[in-house]
């Protein structure tokens, strides 16, 4: 069925630490994933994306690494700053261009 | 200069009127998307139109229409609405279909249903 999970639902770092958030698919077809954030009141926005070609991408402090093996994606955010705080999803791409998005995990930085 | 423009932002409504969100996107993008964030975040697509064409409609109640006037404009009613329906609408556009690219969301139009 359609799934996208992710292991916790909130994830509390110090300023300054990196964060590790974790999402797990259950599509084995699916070939393209994004990372979005979504600040408070806000629509979510892009940070990142991976194509299942592919095992890890880097952006301006975060990389998203892609296990195909145990349908696993992460996203890790190097030196966390309190603008970071927001809630993170991880989306698949279904066939037919449907983005399945998984449930969200809350980062909190703490100063 | 916005690029996916959604109104309003705020929807206040009694049990069984029917309300309308419109949405606007000067992205020069074709297909266009509604979500529905419910309390715990958890966005679900309801649909996706690609240059006025419904391509995607999920499980969604038939209270719910989407129309598209034309490519940059995808609006939805909703009739007889039910406290259930109480969400964060999203309205969002991509360059095509197929989700290769990034989704451009708006701010959100959050309904109450009281």
């Known amino acids: ?111 | 200069d916005t690029a996916v423009s959604q109104t309003p932002k705020y929807l206040v409504t009694q049990m069984g009127n029917d309300k309308s969100i419109k949405c606007e996107q000067n992205l020069g993008h074709d297909t266009m998307y509604w979500y529905k964030q419910d309390s715990k975040k958890f966005l679900k697509i309801m649909f996706s139109y690609n240059n006025k064409e419904l391509i995607i409609n999920e499980t969604v109640p038939n209270r719910f229409s989407p129309k598209s006037p034309d490519k940059a404009h995808l609006n939805l009613h909703i009739n007889s609405l039910e406290l259930g329906d109480s969400a964060v609408y999203f309205c969002a556009s991509s360059q095509s279909p197929m989700n290769t690219g990034e989704l451009f969301f708006g701010e959100g139009s959050r309904l109450t249903v009281l």
């Open chain 1, 1 to 111: 069925g359609e799934s996208v999970g992710l292991h916790l639902p909130t994830l509390s770092v110090q300023e300054g630490d990196n964060s590790i958030i974790n999402c797990a698919y259950s599509n084995s077809a699916s070939d393209y994933f994004i990372w979005y954030k979504q600040e408070s009141g806000k629509g979510p926005q892009f940070i990142i994306d991976i194509r299942s070609n592919m095992d890890k991408r880097q952006g301006q402090r975060v990389t998203v690494l892609l296990n195909k093996t145990v349908k696993h994606l992460s996203l890790q955010i190097a030196a966390t700053q309190p603008g970071d705080s927001a809630v993170y999803f991880c989306a698949e791409n279904m066939v037919g261009g449907k983005l399945i998005f998984g449930q969200g995990t809350t980062l909190q930085v703490k100063p």
